[in-house]
């Protein structure tokens, strides 16, 4: 692939993150009643072995949603959060006062999930006017590299790329990190970037 293939796929994959972090944004200033800010999304395609170098170690117990693609089986979500940092989370995103446990928690997680994942599968419809849907978000909770360790098997993958979403939130000087890792069947990018005639 040339440089300016490679740059071509970056900024396509960088624009649907810009609109699906918009519609995102839009969608959690309803859920918690007040005006949601956003950064500059981060977009990354990583080697599989990459991912525990730079990003998240393989040991960390984390709590994953995870989401799969449902028709044509394009591939699997997952939104990775440390137990702890998904309690706070809790706390910026459900009313103040109201009384929290691991169950109010995990539905909680999961609903932002839901959110992210529906907002950017929303963007790549805009521009591939395609309807993609994504099943019913499923929480579980185990040392990051043994969940995408199976994910990344069950979708058949072993040398291909795992796509990295990330978007900052704020609201009311509170961030909101919202960070999606996206495992493609093999060829579901290529087949993606194709409709986007690229």
Request: aromatic share 8%; glycine share 6%; charged share 20%.
């Amino acid at each position: 692939m040339s440089d300016e293939q490679a740059l071509l796929r970056y900024d396509a994959l960088q624009e649907i993150v810009n609109i699906g972090g918009g519609h995102a944004a839009t969608s959690l200033s309803k859920m918690i009643g007040n005006k949601v800010d956003m950064d500059v999304p981060f977009v990354k395609l990583m080697p599989y072995e990459e991912v525990f170098r730079t990003v998240q170690a393989e040991d960390d117990i984390v709590k994953v949603v995870l989401s799969k693609l449902l028709g044509n089986d394009y591939g699997v979500f997952l939104f990775v959060i440390k137990p702890e940092d998904a309690e706070q989370l809790a706390h910026i995103l459900i009313p103040e006062g109201t009384k929290t446990d691991d169950e109010l928690i995990d539905s909680t997680i999961k609903e932002l999930s839901n959110i992210l994942v529906q907002s950017f599968l929303q963007a790549v419809i805009q521009l591939i006017d395609r309807p993609l849907i994504a099943s019913v978000p499923v929480l579980t909770m185990d040392m990051f590299g043994s969940i995408l360790s199976s994910v990344y098997m069950e979708q058949e993958q072993y040398n291909n790329n795992i796509i990295i979403l990330k978007n900052n939130f704020y609201s009311l000087g509170h961030v909101i990190e919202g960070s999606l890792y996206f495992v493609p069947k093999p060829n579901v990018l290529e087949q993606l970037l194709k409709r986007l005639g690229i």
